[in-house]
C-alpha cells in the first residue's frame, strides 16, 4: 500500500499519521474481517455440537481441535494451527475478537494482506508450539489471543522503524499503549489462572521476528531494512528448532487413550449382556430339565469364554498409567479376572456336583455390574 503522505525527514513535509488507518472498515481490512467471521463460524458451530455458551468442558475443545501434548503429539500436529480459532466460551472469544479488530486492522494495513496473514499463521503457530514446550501434558489450550499477540509485536517493531516518520505525539502513544496493553496482558496472565501465558508471549516475541522478517517501506522516505530480515529469519529457524528439540514427551498417547476408552465402552456393554444371559441359563436349566454337565457346558461357552475374550481385549488397549482410563482399565481388568472365574468355578461345581463351589460361585455372580465396579 502507498501513501500520499510524506516524511519528516525533509522539514517541509508533515509527518505520517496512522489514526485513520485504525478507523478502516471491513473491507479495507479483508483479511482481518475474515478471521472475525472465520473464528465466529468455529464458535457457532461448537454451540451447535453441544458446547456452552458461557463455558465449554475441554473434551468440546479436545474434539474440535484445541492444542493438548498428549494429542498433538500423537500425530495430530494440525492442532497447532486449529487450536487458534478455538475459544472457551463467548466472553473468551468477545475478548480476542474485539483485541484483533482494535489492532488487526491497522497491522494489515501497514503490512500488507499476504504479509499479515503470513505474521498471524506463522506466529501463532510459534506461540502455540511454546505453550506446548512449557505445558503440553498438563492444560488444553485454544485461542487467538497469541497470534493476536503477535500482532502488537509487528505493530511495535513497525512503529519503532518508522519513527522518523511519523507525528511524535502519535509516535508516542501508539507505542506507549502497544507496550503497556502488552506487559499488563502478560502480567495478568502470571497471575490469572487458566491463561495461556506461554502462547502470548511466545506469539509477542514470533510477531516481533515476523514482523522484522517481513518488513517493507512505508513510504520513499523509509529507512531500507538491510540485517534485520537476516537476523529475524535465523533467530526464527533457531527459535524453532530449539522449541522442537525440548519438546517434553507426553505423558501418553491420545489415541492409545481413545482405544482404550473405546475397550471399556465395549466390555460394559458386553458385561450387560452376559450378566442377563448368566441368569437366563440358570432358568432354562433348571426349565428344560439340563443336566449338570450340560449347563456347564453353556456356561463355559456362553460366559466363562467371553469374559476370557473380553480381558484379553482390555489388557490389548494400554494408554500408559498417566491416562485418564488408566483406573477404570485396571479395574475392569480384575472385575473380568473374577468374573471369568467365578463362572469356571460354577461349570466345575455343576460337574462335580459340588452344592459348596456352586454357591460359592454363584455369590460371586451376585457382585455389583462392571458399570458399578468401575466407578472410583
Request: proline letters at 6%.
Amino acid at each position: 500500500m502507498t501513501n500520499t503522505a510524506h516524511a519528516r525527514c525533509p522539514p517541509d513535509l508533515e509527518p505520517l499519521r496512522l489514526t485513520e488507518l485504525m478507523r478502516c472498515g471491513p473491507t479495507q481490512a479483508p483479511v482481518t474481517s475474515a478471521l472475525l467471521l472465520l473464528n465466529g463460524l468455529v464458535f457457532a458451530l461448537m454451540l451447535l455440537a453441544g458446547a456452552g455458551l458461557w463455558h465449554t468442558p475441554n473434551g468440546v475443545q479436545l474434539a474440535w481441535g484445541a492444542n493438548f501434548g498428549p494429542a498433538t503429539q500423537d500425530g495430530q500436529w494440525w492442532r497447532l494451527f486449529t487450536a487458534l480459532f478455538i475459544h472457551f466460551g463467548v466472553l473468551h472469544l468477545a475478548l480476542n475478537m474485539g483485541a484483533l479488530w482494535d489492532v488487526g486492522r491497522l497491522v494489515e494495513r501497514v503490512y500488507g494482506r499476504l504479509r499479515f496473514a503470513l505474521l498471524y499463521l506463522g506466529s501463532g503457530l510459534l506461540g502455540n508450539l511454546v505453550s506446548l514446550v512449557l505445558h503440553g501434558n498438563q492444560a488444553v489450550s485454544g485461542g487467538a489471543s497469541g497470534a493476536i499477540f503477535s500482532l502488537y509485536g509487528a505493530l511495535l517493531v513497525f512503529l519503532w522503524r518508522e519513527r522518523q516518520q511519523l507525528d511524535p505525539g502519535e509516535f508516542r502513544w501508539l507505542f506507549g499503549g502497544a507496550s503497556a496493553f502488552s506487559l499488563l496482558m502478560l502480567g495478568m496472565g502470571w497471575m490469572v489462572p487458566g491463561i495461556d501465558n506461554a502462547a502470548h508471549g511466545g506469539g509477542l516475541v514470533a510477531g516481533a521476528l515476523w514482523g522484522s522478517l517481513l518488513a517493507r517501506p512505508w513510504t520513499a522516505h523509509s529507512a531500507q531494512p538491510r540485517r534485520g530480515p537476516w537476523a529475524a529469519a535465523v533467530a526464527l529457524a533457531l527459535g524453532s528448532a530449539a522449541l522442537w528439540v525440548y519438546l517434553p514427551e507426553p505423558s501418553y498417547r491420545f489415541g492409545e487413550e481413545l482405544k482404550a476408552r473405546a475397550a471399556i465402552q465395549l466390555f460394559l456393554r458386553e458385561d450387560q449382556r452376559i450378566s442377563q444371559r448368566w441368569g437366563s441359563l440358570l432358568d432354562t436349566g433348571r426349565r428344560e430339565g439340563l443336566s449338570f454337565d450340560q449347563l456347564a457346558g453353556q456356561i463355559d461357552t456362553d460366559v466363562t469364554a467371553v469374559y476370557e475374550k473380553s480381558f484379553a481385549q482390555l489388557m490389548a488397549a494400554d494408554p500408559g498409567s498417566a491416562a485418564p482410563s488408566a483406573p477404570t482399565l485396571e479395574t475392569l481388568q480384575t472385575y473380568a479376572t473374577q468374573r471369568a472365574q467365578a463362572s469356571r468355578d460354577l461349570a466345575q461345581g455343576l460337574r462335580t456336583r459340588d452344592p459348596a463351589k456352586i454357591q460359592g460361585a454363584l455369590e460371586r455372580a451376585q457382585k455389583p455390574p462392571a458399570s458399578q465396579a468401575a466407578q472410583p
